[in-house]
């Protein structure tokens, strides 16, 4: 904060810098060091560090020096009925330095039509020239085309994607059917990638909009009417269901109400590999503005699944936060200008959805869980940063302030407030949902990839400086589990003598009335339905004494051949 | 005590006067207790009361201090469901038979339409067989296996003409009877507007297939696949969804066979949040678990196919008790759809060819009053109420049937608490080869039992006719269900504010492919934003009349008064 130095170099020559006097905080522990960079890497933390001459000093006396946030969920570059976002790369990734966030991971959101590479190319392009910090990127899954397996793979493998989001809601648009996201799901596992899911029944949603428009309701209070809190609920308990079938870890984003955050709690208590972001929004405000009587302001908070209107929740969300139950906060930034988003102003269901938050989430979650007593600086680094640097396989280059890391660190300062408002915010957007409020905890230096990119409350950046971190599959922290579930898994058919029994004639009129028809089983070949002469001798094992699972090697602690209990009341058969 | 004290005739299928007098019992019904006799005549109870004076030459039933309680309603069979086929060899007159014997005086059937057929037709054919056959009063649901808007008519035809006000849906059986949410959706809200109690077959019918073919893939095929391929996650999970579908449409939801503990516990849980859902175990899932699935045996374990599965948790039976005990789960059903081990064998290289259904008509009371009263879960009450009076309750038959009162109908079991029988297939009256039960030991028992106020059965013997069961029609709007429904309807208002006189985005040209969450049916052009901005455009047609002006206005309103209505935001740039 007193650095004496001069304020116009973007860049300093050397690319070498100490942070003196701070209290380095990771999510594991808190010490008093210095740290010594260079070339954008951590090269020393301690103390009496001996630095070549010359290099220029931040002083971090007083404040916290902890690993730069990251921001897992934004949208800078989607387009919605073909609208750029107001805030695009450039401006989002300015306003994340300016708030302490000092890496994105940025949705790619292909429109129906475009492959998936082809629209990850785009937004590579897009991010190079004017990302300000370094990036990765999420893909969307929006369709449901031939060779999309043969994409994800090639995404994963060669491109450096191991995150994919699928939709529940956005019927007829983007949303997937049980079936595909149990395919999808089973897919993600193969490949070791994270499934993120943006869960809303778009089924019910659908018909709750039809119905307010009927009653005359289309302002934005019919937005989150047409979207409950319960059908968030359902499509939470229904993801978890399906990632429990396909043992697949999975990644909720965006929890916005009480009830979809106790399900996840309560999946994780049952041992489910499961993660549950907030975001700014969920943990700043509530959803009561949406009834306000200024058209613009209550658009301003449209976004899915929406804010809730119990007024409760945001405290709720941070003590889950605090306690563990929600690992990861985000900003789901995606901006649309008063005007864009006035396209909807005859018609609630077109209004652009999106909040701001970019700017704003890290002092949000301090102001409201380290300033309550919630939780402590430790965990505030673990939720802002750490943790995302974790499941999504950034760790530890990210997200931690050791030697060998990425020079991306803040300088806390935890006692002064700073206010939120449009007019000094660094967004284009004109309208800060967070108007007004005032939050304990920003920071007072950034210093990204080595570089100090905000200081003394002035930013410093250069467009395009932000690199594409390339992300490997398999993060150990969500698939130790599941790779070890997967081995314990195999369910095992009973090896039995075959029935003999007289067995009844089928009538001709097999076809309508097959039970609960397995027509995707490729598996149950023409020789399985009966055919209707009855054959005594036909049998389904061929040979005698082999059966189809011979070439599965016996467990002794098998879990399904010996079932529980093993009552066994039914002594004979007449 | 087993009711050895009646010395008259025993080959008397009618007797003429039909006049019974059923002495020494008490009668219990869901309510309270009471030592009183019981005079029945011409099928109805005239009069309940001690020291009752009644015509001379009265047949009189000594009950000995046994109970007097109403006849058990079981409301979940399917005596008439074909498979590929053929019915089952359960039919109207030996499920009723059987039912009869087991204490039960009255069934409501599953009439199964195929998709595509019409329901009336097949409700006439039900109808048709059920008044051939039955031996006992009978009602039918009717399932609607496919969503279209021509079922609407024929569902108002069903419930307004022909006495039918409960439906099931399924959210099972994908590619046949599957319905998906927005169709689900539909019809409960059509459903709730005829005041008709809607079933759920409630499993998630795409994991299902997609678990099935992962399983046979496996090389799995026998009936150990079944609840492999059926987890009682997907049955939660469809509860779960079933119960969001309801409280949206604010509709009052019937989940049919709870089958484990997770699904019983989640319409536990929606029901302390307040909404009007119904659970109903069945015989299988209180006496009995999915462990038999492993038999060696294949035919004994493909007896035990039934969707939901049975839960492989041995503890089910007793955790599906103690909800029932404390009133979170209400009726107890008992799935009875009885095809032989020969039908069941179409599916001997193929579990998911097996027909699926499990006995339990003539063993449902008999294994609540030995698992739950004679265990002191629940009293002689809860024990009425739970096999008889919640389900004349929920689909409209009380106080006709379910209760011991003047004026209803003379369905009355004697029940002795204490008499013992172990379950054989030799001994049951169902035409099955097997008994999912076989060997159990049963406390409680029925002793006499007196349908439309005949002896149907007495000391062990059964004297029934053909074709003596009358349909008994119910009307829509049950109270139990619909009461509080009507309470809990709420408007939703318009927040009135002035027009957004802004700046509005031009769209470009290509919005086509992209069109939000269509809402295309119900926002016609008027909503849409013309290319051309027109600021004097409003959605309020009349300066000051509103859309809701005809709802009059409640102080309480929820939506009006947003809550906290704390306002972070008090300008724009």
Not at chain 1, 75 to 85: F, N, S, W
Not at chain 1, 329 to 355: R, Y
Not at chain 2, 103 to 130: C, N, R
Request: hydrophobic residues 35%.
């Amino acid at each position: 904060m007193s650095f004496p130095g001069k304020k116009n170099t973007p860049r300093v020559t050397s690319d070498k810098l100490i942070i003196k006097g701070g209290k380095i905080v990771n999510d594991d522990q808190s010490f008093y060091a210095d740290i010594y960079m260079e070339d954008g890497t951590i090269k020393q933390i301690g103390e009496n560090l001996i630095v070549p001459t010359g290099v220029k000093t931040v002083d971090a006396y007083g404040h916290i020096v902890i690993p730069g946030g990251i921001d897992v969920n934004t949208c800078l570059q989607a387009t919605h009925l073909g609208m750029t976002p107001a805030d695009d790369f450039y401006h989002g990734t300015r306003a994340a330095l300016m708030g302490g966030t000092t890496m994105i991971i940025d949705h790619v959101v292909p429109e129906p039509g475009t492959s998936l590479l082809a629209a990850y190319d785009q937004w590579r392009d897009t991010a190079d020239k004017r990302s300000c910090c370094d990036y990765s990127l999420h893909i969307d899954i929006t369709r449901w085309h031939e060779g999309l397996f043969e994409e994800l793979e090639h995404l994963i493998k060669d491109k450096g994607v191991n995150s994919f989001l699928i939709f529940m809601a956005y019927k007829d648009k983007y949303q997937s059917s049980d079936t595909q996201i149990y395919e999808m799901f089973s897919a993600m596992r193969e490949l070791g990638a994270i499934a993120q899911v943006h869960a809303e029944n778009g089924d019910i949603i659908e018909e709750e909009q039809k119905k307010l428009l009927d009653l005359g309701i289309t302002g934005p209070e019919g937005h989150v009417l047409s979207h409950p809190e319960e059908v968030e609920t359902e499509a939470v308990y229904r993801a978890i269901t399906i990632a429990k079938q396909a043992n697949c870890p999975l990644y909720i984003t965006k929890v916005m109400s009480k009830p979809a955050a106790d399900v996840i709690a309560k999946a994780r208590k049952k041992g489910m590999v499961i993660y549950g972001e907030p975001i700014a929004a969920s943990l700043g405000t509530d959803g009561s503005h949406y009834w306000s009587k200024n058209w613009a302001k209550a658009a301003a908070f449209v976004m899915s699944p929406p804010l809730s209107p119990d007024t409760s929740t945001p405290e709720y969300l941070s003590s889950l936060l605090s306690c563990g139950d929600l690992q990861v906060t985000a900003s789901a930034h995606c901006t649309f200008t008063t005007a864009q988003k006035a396209v909807g102003k005859d018609n609630f269901t077109l209004i652009p959805e999106g909040t701001n938050g970019i700017e704003e989430r890290m002092s949000i979650v301090w102001d409201k869980a380290v300033a309550t007593g919630k939780m402590d600086e430790n965990d505030f680094v673990a939720v802002t940063s750490t943790n995302a640097a974790k499941i999504f396989n950034l760790y530890p280059r990210k997200g931690r302030i050791a030697v060998g890391s990425d020079a991306d660190i803040v300088i806390w300062n935890t006692k002064e407030t700073k206010t939120f408002s449009a007019k000094s915010h660094n967004l284009t957007v004109e309208v800060n949902i967070f108007e007004g409020m005032e939050c304990r905890g920003f920071p007072v230096a950034v210093i990204s990839q080595g570089r100090i990119v905000l200081e003394d409350g002035n930013l410093n950046v250069t467009e395009g400086s932000g690199r594409f971190i390339p992300r490997k599959a398999y993060p150990d922290f969500v698939y130790k589990r599941i790779k070890a579930r997967g081995r314990m898994a195999d369910a095992r058919g009973v090896p039995r003598g075959n029935y003999d029994g007289p067995v009844h004639d089928v009538i001709s009129m097999t076809k309508s009335m097959s039970a609960t028809p397995s027509t995707r089983g490729p598996s149950c070949p023409g020789k399985t339905p009966v055919g209707p002469a009855r054959n005594l001798h036909q049998s389904g094992f061929t040979l005698s004494g082999t059966q189809m699972d011979d070439h599965i090697p016996r467990r002794t602690s098998q879990k399904i051949v010996a079932p529980p209990g093993g009552r066994s009341n039914i002594s004979s058969l007449s | 005590m087993s009711g050895t004290g009646y010395q008259g005739k025993k080959n008397i299928p009618h007797l003429t006067s039909e006049r019974l007098l059923i002495k020494g019992g008490r009668v219990v019904n869901d309510d309270q207790s009471l030592y009183a006799d019981v005079y029945v005549e011409d099928g109805i109870i005239k009069q309940v009361g001690e020291n009752l004076i009644v015509p001379g030459g009265v047949k009189v039933i000594e009950a000995n201090g046994c109970m007097v309680i109403p006849g058990g309603i079981d409301v979940n069979t399917c005596l008439h469901k074909s498979y590929l086929g053929t019915p089952p060899v359960d039919d109207f007159y030996q499920g009723t038979k059987a039912a009869l014997a087991g204490g039960t005086t009255m069934i409501i059937d599953h009439v199964t339409p195929q998709p595509g057929y019409s329901l009336l037709e097949a409700f006439e054919k039900w109808q048709e067989a059920a008044d051939k056959k039955s031996c006992c009063d009978y009602s039918l649901h009717v399932d609607i296996p496919h969503w279209h808007e021509g079922v609407k008519e024929e569902l108002e035809q069903l419930v307004q003409e022909k006495g039918i006000n409960s439906f099931q849906v399924y959210m099972a059986y994908k590619g046949l009877f599957q319905m998906p949410d927005s169709q689900l959706y539909e019809a409960f809200s059509f459903l709730k507007e005829l005041g008709a109690v809607v079933l759920v077959h409630a499993e998630n019918g795409d994991l299902i297939a997609q678990e099935q073919s992962k399983i046979l893939g496996m090389g799995i095929t026998g009936p150990e696949g079944h609840p492999l391929s059926r987890p009682e996650e997907l049955e939660a999970e469809a509860v779960f969804r079933a119960i969001t579908l309801g409280n949206r449409v604010n509709c009052p939801v019937y989940i049919t066979k709870v089958m484990s503990k997770s699904a019983a516990d989640t319409v536990t849980s929606a029901r302390k949040k307040g909404s009007v859902v119904f659970g109903e175990p069945i015989t299988a899932s209180l006496a009995t678990d999915g462990s038999h699935y492993w038999s060696k045996n294949w035919a004994k374990a493909a007896a035990y196919v039934t969707s939901p599965p049975l839960s492989p948790d041995p503890t089910t039976p007793d955790h599906l008790h103690s909800l029932l005990a404390c009133g979170d789960l209400q009726v107890v059903g008992s799935g009875h759809c009885g095809y032989s081990t020969s039908q069941k064998a179409i599916g001997k290289d193929n579990f998911t060819l097996i027909p699926e259904g499990t006995n339990g008509v003539e063993e449902r009371m008999g294994f609540v009053w030995d698992k739950a009263v004679a265990m002191g879960k629940m009293d002689e009450n809860q024990f009425v109420a739970v096999t008889s009076t919640n389900a004349a309750k929920i689909f409209n038959l009380y106080p006709r049937k379910g209760r011991i009162a003047v004026g209803s109908d003379a369905d009355i079991v004697i029940w002795d608490p204490d008499k013992i029988k172990t379950i054989t297939t030799k001994a049951q009256q169902s035409a099955l080869e097997y008994n999912i039960f076989e060997g159990m030991e049963c406390r409680g028992g029925p002793v006499y039992v007196v349908s439309q106020g005949r002896i149907v059965f007495e000391e062990g013997k059964l004297q029934v006719q053909q074709g003596t069961g009358r349909f008994i029609s119910r009307k829509p709007f049950p109270d139990i269900a619909y009461q509080r429904i009507k309470y809990l309807s709420v408007y939703k208002t318009i927040v009135s504010r002035g027009m957004y006189d802004g700046p509005v985005y031009d769209i470009p040209a290509t919005p086509k492919y992209i069109t939000p969450a269509p809402s295309a049916k119900t926002s016609p052009n008027t909503h849409q934003p013309p290319p051309i901005r027109n600021l004097h455009q409003s959605n309020f047609s009349l300066s000051g009349a509103q859309i809701d002006d005809n709802i009059p206005r409640r102080s309480g309103h929820r939506i009006v008064a947003p809550p906290g209505g704390r306002s972070n935001i008090t300008s724009l740039g």
